[in-house]
């Protein structure tokens, strides 16, 4: 089962300019982390924020959490052609230690 | 952070056929996640992998058709049973790191004819 909505499902920017991906979750959580898919292959954690943080950096990526709106939001700033790849959201059952992924951005770059 | 090696890296297979994935950790972990990713779709979680115990599968997959080995704290497989067309998508195995998150092995990508 997938934890929530991602938006957009596609998004096409040119290099330089900042990319915004919004992801929505339906439980509770410990915490929720982003990661990255290139080209259908093995996925790249990006950054992890925890249900007590409102915002996190990690050199260009900027995450937000709203725990009582149940989102975030993953910036990427002056993206690059190599940020070209799909992104996804995923939340973490505290219980289980399940993670269960967000339907995913893909996110174009163009040079 | 663990570093997983999952074989084969991709497959095309005949139907009525099974593969097995294989996904060795460099490091002892407790539990391994299995999960499948269809065209153009999100990861779905197919099972969890315990060592010394029967994987707990997710609503929708049952043993027979993806029966799963934890022989130790280092390995797992996930073997597609009787596979048909529906099956081609890509398989990737999962474990917890701590803090830095999960880690994923590189996905097998399978192609049923």
């Known amino acids: 089962s997938q934890q929530g909505e991602e938006d957009p499902q596609a998004l096409s920017i040119q290099e330089g300019e900042n990319a915004t991906m919004n992801c929505s979750y339906k439980t509770s959580i410990n915490n929720l982390q982003w990661y990255r898919q290139n080209s259908g292959r093995g996925l790249v954690h990006l950054i992890l924020?925890?249900?007590?943080?409102r915002e996190k950096h990690s050199g260009r990526l900027r995450v937000t959490l709203d725990t009582s709106k149940k989102s975030s939001s993953l910036l990427i700033t002056a993206s690059r052609a190599a940020d070209t790849a799909s992104y996804f959201c995923?939340?973490?059952?505290?219980?289980?230690?399940?993670?269960?992924f967000g339907q995913g951005t893909t996110l174009q770059v163009k040079p | 952070s663990a570093v997983i090696s999952q074989k084969p890296s991709r497959d095309i297979c005949q139907r009525g056929t099974s593969l097995t994935i294989q996904c060795q950790v460099d490091?002892?972990?407790?539990?391994m996640f299995w999960y499948r990713q269809q065209p153009g779709q999100s990861l779905t979680l197919i099972a969890t992998?315990?060592?010394?115990?029967?994987?707990?599968?997710e609503s929708g997959f049952v043993i027979d058709k993806f029966p799963i080995s934890r022989p130790n704290l280092t390995f797992s497989t996930l073997t597609v049973s009787n596979m048909s067309p529906e099956d081609s998508s890509i398989y990737l195995c999962?474990?917890?790191?701590?803090?830095?998150?999960?880690?994923f092995g590189s996905g097998t990508r399978l192609t049923v004819v």
């Open positions: 992998a315990n060592q010394g115990s029967e994987a707990t599968y």
């Open positions: 995923a939340t973490v059952n505290g219980n289980t230690g399940k993670l269960i």
């Open positions: 490091s002892q972990v407790t539990m």
């Open positions: 924020i925890r249900s007590n943080e």
């Open positions: 999962s474990v917890a790191t701590g803090r830095e998150g999960y880690t």
